[in-house]
């Protein structure tokens, strides 16, 4: 008789073998993931929140999903992305072009979940997404780059503007200062989507789900594009931004994306009516929107591309697709081009799109980039999940970058870490969309923001918010007060009305900015 000791190692096998293959089946049950951001793209831009862009495949994911109208970023590029990626506020998980995050990324989380993460695009923050839990990745580490050419000149070919000069590019483990492609077609925002493709027909065939994160650096400048491309719509803009302001409005509201009692702001300090322009000025601000509104569009054709291989593929039906941007359009007018003054489009030139078409991008609402007034953290948000998010719906509840992580969590059916790197870490600041997502009410909770001495709290209908203010300045800028239900685009400061308010909330922020830690 055979002693049981001696079937030991094969029963251990055959267990083991068991407890692979329901891992394995439990993660082909569970969704694909694939998160698209845009780079200082406005709240209006898209056709279907009001924009006159052609985004056509955008339009189809929002007729076929669910979009968000309040749905919140971090107002700039690198705390976007240290909460997007870690679920925490930037003072626990840490941003900076050189920062090496406290906390684990999605890539890191659901990696030994069983999912193969991808991405490709801009990280904007130190090591590489490759080190840090992603399996694949091509782009930009730094934070913005010449779309051409970021490396040293071609044969034959003009010497490129960059700023700061070598950024940063990886192609897996491998990082490159400067990348200088060899193609002469290379654009930036095609490479991104062609890598991405590339990952999905890998992930095809890896029998595991997958995450792709792909972060577009479009519409962010340079402002360059194609010749065929600007063509397109060059004359387009020739109306001016009070009235292309104003058409946005109207279809915003035909949309429902806006209240129809909503009025329009007043133009922003420093942005002259365009009546009062000469005709070469509006020729150069119309050329300026136009390569503006290529790059959106190009990046509108990148998602196409992505959703066609998905079908293509047989990933669509079990893929939840979700779109965003990192901040609202950029106010800046800095000339960065080698030649300055040089036109905006081509790789020797290094053009911003200026205040007068980002109050047209960031429309009903005002300021920009870096403020923590709506238009600088208000983002569009679509979500299509086949079978699961009914075609064709829309949200105003609130949801915030930070909710990513919990969501993702909690699709993978796995748990956060109390321990990283030997440290203990706090769980994600965010909470799961999913409630959202299934047609649910979600219980709300306060969010909020911190930008050098701009801030803001969104609590229920109200919002407490201060604006940026000058280095030459002492002192931060006062509390402003808004029912943002009945005042979205911030019109009516009721701070000298409501001071309980104010104090209440203020006290709540404050307690928050010391630690980055929601408050019980």
Known sequence: MDHPVRHFPRLLLLALVAGCLTHLQAAASRPNLVLIMADDMGFSDLGCYGGEIPTPHLDRLAREGLHFTQFYNNAKCEPTRSSLLTGHYTQVAGASPTVSYRTPTFGELLRPAGYLTLMTGKWHAGQKPFDRGFDHHFGLTDGCSNYFNPGHPRPGEPQPSEKNFPRRWADDGMEFRPFSPADPAFYATDAYTQYAIRFLDEAASAGRPFLLYVAYTAPHYPLQAPPEAIARHRGRYRSGWDVLRAERLQRQKRLGVIPVDTPLPPREPGVPAWDTLTEAEKDGWDLRMSVYAAMVERLDQGVGRLLARLEANGQADNTLVMFLSDNGGEDDDTDYSRVPGTAAGPQESYRMVGPGWAQVSNTPFRHSKTWMHEGGIATPFIVRWPNVIPAGSRTGQTGHIIDLVPTFLELAGTEYPSRWNGAAIPPPAGKSLLPVFRGQLRPDFPVFWQLGSAAALRSGPWKLVRGRV????????????????????????????RPDQVAALTALWTAWSQTGLPTP
Not at 479 to 487: M, N, P
Request: hydrophobic share 40%; net charge negative; charged share 30%.
């Open 470 to 497: 000058d280095s030459t300045r002492s002192a931060p800028a006062a509390w402003e007060l808004y029912r943002v239900d009945q005042d979205r685009n911030e019109l009516h400061d009721l701070a000298a009305a």
